[in-house]
């Protein structure tokens, strides 16, 4: 066994905690812009002119640099604070422009003639959303929240530098001490989730996918 493998054997469990810590703050800040991104998206197909200011928005606050926008948060009642909550809500802000684009998108890109033809059948505006517009848009809409997910788990690693845990912990102490070790003890796990969990909803994509 190498140096660095046996560094990581021996810190194992510090890894493990963190990387839980690191993969909790994803998947709840995912699960709120899911919650918030596919309603708006919604929203944008049925109310059209308010689709490019609101999307322009989320651009230009996608532009933020992640520790500003920490900075921003931090002093604000409520969201703010040091700790998982102040890190939750910008990780939310980050997920949502690919869940709310990706949303609009698909929902957009569904056959008029396919809609045309379930009002026909006699379904309600919302009968068609939740049984033709949603499942056909359903691989878009997954293909944003990889993005989402993948890009949150980058992300995640700064949230250390205000106390929310995660691997970013391994990563800031070990630029601290200058330690390329635990740079790495905290950078291959985040990247091994990366690419699992993109993985994953890949295959979600293609189960879910035309013809499916």
């Known amino acids: 066994m190498t140096d660095l493998g046996r560094f990581f054997w021996e810190r194992r ?3 493990l905690a963190l990387a839980g810590q690191h993969v909790g703050l994803v998947f709840v800040s995912t699960l709120l812009a899911v919650a918030i991104g596919v309603p708006v998206g919604i929203l944008l197909i049925r109310r059209p002119r308010l689709a490019r200011p609101v999307l322009g928005f989320a651009n230009v606050v996608q532009t933020i640099p992640s520790l500003a926008l920490f900075g921003f948060l931090i002093p604000l009642p409520l969201l703010g604070g040091v700790g998982a909550r102040t890190a939750i809500v910008a990780l939310v802000v980050y997920a949502l422009l690919p869940i709310l684009r990706n949303t609009h998108a698909g929902i957009a890109s569904v056959d008029p ?3 045309d033809a379930a009002a026909g059948l006699g379904m309600s505006p919302g009968q068609r959303l939740r049984w033709v517009e949603l499942p056909l848009a359903l691989p878009v809409v997954l293909a944003g929240v990889r993005i989402a997910v993948v890009v949150g788990i980058g992300l995640a690693t700064i949230a250390a530098a205000i106390g929310a845990g995660g691997l970013g912990v391994l990563i800031y102490r070990g630029v601290a001490t200058v330690d390329h070790r635990l740079i790495l003890a905290g950078a291959v796990p985040a990247a091994v ?7 994953a909803l890949g295959l979600a994509e293609r189960r879910w996918g035309p013809g499916r």
């Open 13 to 15: 469990a510090e890894i």
């Open 113 to 115: 003639a396919v809609v």
């Open 193 to 199: 989730l990366a690419l699992a969990f993109d993985a």
